[in-house]
């Protein structure tokens, strides 16, 4: 990296560039080291890059080797489906929104329909990119998380 | 990009089983030709009736209704219960 941005300042002071190049140039060498590898941490590992989660998954699955009878489930959901229920949800007549929360909220859930945005769902997708639930009963473990 | 394959698989404690491929890619052309040809009667019947006021939002749900079916694609739903078996997916 040093060596590049001497370089650059050497091509400066030949007049092989000018400076608003020299300038441009410097910026890229400087973002450089967002682009390459990250360098090793304390602990010498190397972070995993961040990836956009593609899929809510639902695992429901007996503990222990005896699975007689046990449950077993797989759920995999898209996010791009909740994305565009969000999205088809926006297009519920006012009315029939009202009904649908008060009907959620008879049922304890107390959900404004009218406030779920596009946004909103973005930026809960975007958090639950990191998010794990991991439940552990007593003959069955549950785990719900997003995977790319 | 819409789903092309549906699968429906059901293994019952019975014994009974029952599998299901269903190729949507075949049936996609099929929707199509009856949407241009429902479609246009649709509009006509709400702009004569009552419903007027519908006719702009029922037309801007058709996009958002064939986004939801495309992004249904890689959707698995997958439960095993007692001796039950029933998969359904979506490639």
Redesign the interface.
């Known amino acids: 990296m040093d060596d590049e941005r001497r370089r650059i300042l050497q091509m400066l002071s030949q007049g092989k560039i000018t400076v608003s190049d020299a300038e441009k140039l410097l910026a890229a060498v400087g973002e450089a080291p967002a682009t390459a590898e990250p360098a090793q941490g304390e602990a010498g590992l190397i972070p995993a890059e961040r990836r956009k989660p ?2 809510l998954r639902v695992v429901v699955e007996p503990r222990g080797e005896e699975t007689n ?1 046990a ?8 996010l ?2 909740l ?3 969000i ?2 949800g926006a ?1 519920i ?1 006012p009315e029939a929104q009202a009904q649908m929360s008060e009907a959620l909220d008879e049922k304890g859930i107390k959900v404004n329909l009218a406030d779920l945005s596009p946004e909103a769902i973005e930026e809960l997708i975007e958090g639950m990119s990191d998010m794990t639930v991991d439940v552990d009963a007593d003959e069955v473990r549950v785990r719900v998380f997003c995977e790319s | 990009m819409p789903p092309c394959l549906l699968r429906i698989r059901c293994s019952l404690d019975s014994g009974r089983r029952v599998g299901l491929w269903i190729p949507l890619f075949l049936l996609y052309p099929l929707i199509l030709a009856l949407a241009l040809v429902v479609i246009p009667v649709a509009i006509l019947a709400l702009l004569f009736t009552r419903h007027r006021g519908k006719i702009l939002p029922a037309l801007r749900a058709l996009p958002q209704t064939c986004r939801v079916v495309s992004s249904t694609c890689g959707l698995r739903i997958e439960v095993h219960f007692g001796g039950n078996h029933v998969l359904v997916a979506m490639s």
């Open positions: 593609r899929y009878g449950p077993h489930v797989n759920i995999r959901v898209p791009q489906l994305r565009a229920g999205k088809l297009l007549p």
